[in-house]
């Protein structure tokens, strides 16, 4: 059996292509977490799994940094995901001494979810590489067209029309309607997108970047 390379499974996993590495951040995750220096911060496993997914949802808020340090390089990944663990894992600890140990409060529905389908955090990855991907073939004039189209409000819905559409006919809108769709569209099936990652990126990612346009 050949040798498992965890530099790169780890960083296909911040990609959105390898199950495998997000198994190996865990195992390193839970192997520091129950050394002597840590151990006191979960006292059962609801709480190490919910110490794991807090410190994965850090993860993907470098995750563009992460892939960008190491595209080019064959090594060094591991080492410094069991350094970013440590660090996180310290910050536990002297939240906890702040706060005199009182327990953090996370968000048990998203916990929930996530520690049952593990399959959430993949989607989300998938979701921010949508939307890198969006943002270099679609332009600013698709973008407010995608953005009106995902308004469910009427009143906000018009509102965003007459701020960006006032001057074309509504079949001229319509027809921009289904142009953007089919561009989108064209796009997911091309690069193969699970129906789970666009409705994530509709959801969470789109809305912010709707609310700066």
């Keep these: 059996m050949s040798k498992i390379d965890t530099h790169k499974e780890i960083y296909m996993f911040l990609k959105g292509e390898s199950d495998l590495g997000m198994e190996i951040i865990s195992n390193i995750f839970f192997k520091q977490l129950h050394s ?11 709480e190490k799994k919910e110490l794991l997914m807090k410190f994965f949802y850090k993860l ?11 595209a080019n390089q064959n090594r060094g990944l591991s080492s410094f995901i069991r350094k970013m663990i440590k660090n996180f894992l310290k910050d536990e600890l002297r939240t906890r001494s702040e706060k005199e140990l009182k327990k953090v409060s996370i968000d048990e529905p998203l916990i929930e ?36 189209i995902i308004i469910q ?18 079949d001229a809108l319509y027809k921009r309607v289904q142009r953007v769709k089919e561009k989108l569209r064209k796009i997911i099936n091309k690069e193969h997108f699970a129906k789970e990652t666009v409705q994530y990126y509709l959801e969470n990612i789109l809305p912010t970047k709707c609310k700066r346009s």
């Design 36 to 46: 002597a220096s840590f151990n006191s911060l979960a006292k059962n496993e609801e």
């Design 60 to 70: 993907f808020q470098k995750r563009e940094y992460i892939l960008k340090k190491f």
């Design 113 to 148: 979810k996530t520690i049952n389908n593990p399959i959430e955090i993949i989607n989300e990855i998938e979701a921010y590489r949508l939307s890198e991907l969006l943002e270099k073939r679609l332009t600013e004039e698709d973008f407010k067209m995608i953005c009106y």
């Design 153 to 170: 409000n009427s009143e906000e819905k018009l509102e965003y029309e007459k701020s960006y559409f006032s001057d074309i006919s509504k």
